[in-house]
């Protein structure tokens, strides 16, 4: 048996960890997205919204203000080799946003967000999101036929979201015109808290106040018009808390950005 001394430790951006280090689940970034998204903009009681906010931020000039977002998402690495394989390269998202501040600058806070892959729940908890996995489908466009709403036109888009093969939440947006500008909390940076459970027994858990650090922002035409939006009834008192009471615009439109890492707020977690 050989007693050769390794010449390359095992190492990687994320486990597991490799002597070459490709076998990492997750790739470093930067990360490209590109996807088509539907979204609800929607109020949600102030007093439950401010009690999802950690320390460090606040609800802002307008408490109270959510979205929830429905989102398919195809993404790559820099050098794009992940877009050789649809199914490594593709994923969906259901997210929940409340509008905050974190000393006076707007920000978007997501409580809760699932997605139907592995890799981009994973992927988030790098980042401090709280992904987990379920079930999500929305309305494409189609640019023929009867079997979907035209590109840049008016027509009606619905989105679901299941888990654990119960559907929680639901959304139908009719746009019928043009938006002058994108919906504000797609605008703004995400804040996350970025956890680590205490493990070994002597040392703290970690708990980081973050945001996301992206640049290349483009979103293709906005169109807006009547949403409906409904959360089940049994989704837990947390979650629950957060449905709508009072649903305004439905907006649909496409989306990128690179996402490069996180910069650490004042403040704790």
Partial sequence: MSTATPTTAPHGYSLPLSPSGQSSMITPPPWHFSGEVVMVDYRVDPEAAARFLPPGLTPGADPGAAAAVFARWQWCSLDGAELTDPR??????FLVLLGCEHDGVALARCPYAWVDSAVPMVRGWVQGMPKQLGEIHQTWPMGVGSAGPRPSAPGRYD?????????????????????????????VPLVHTRVFPRWIPEEPPTEQLVSSVVTDV????????????????????????????????????????????????????
């Fill in 218 to 269: 483009e979103f293709g035409e906005v169109w807006t018009g009547d949403a409906e939006l409904t959360f089940a009834a049994d989704v837990g008192d947390d979650l629950a808390s957060l449905a709508p009471v009072e649903v305004g615009a439905g907006h649909v439109f496409a989306y990128a950005e690179t996402l490069h890492s996180g910069k650490a707020l004042g403040g704790a977690a």
């Fill in 159 to 187: 989105g679901t979201l299941s888990v654990h093969g119960r559907r929680v939440a639901a959304a139908a947006v009719s746009v019928r015109e043009r938006a002058a500008e994108p919906p504000f909390l797609h605008t």
């Fill in 88 to 93: 490594r390269s593709q994923f969906t998202e």
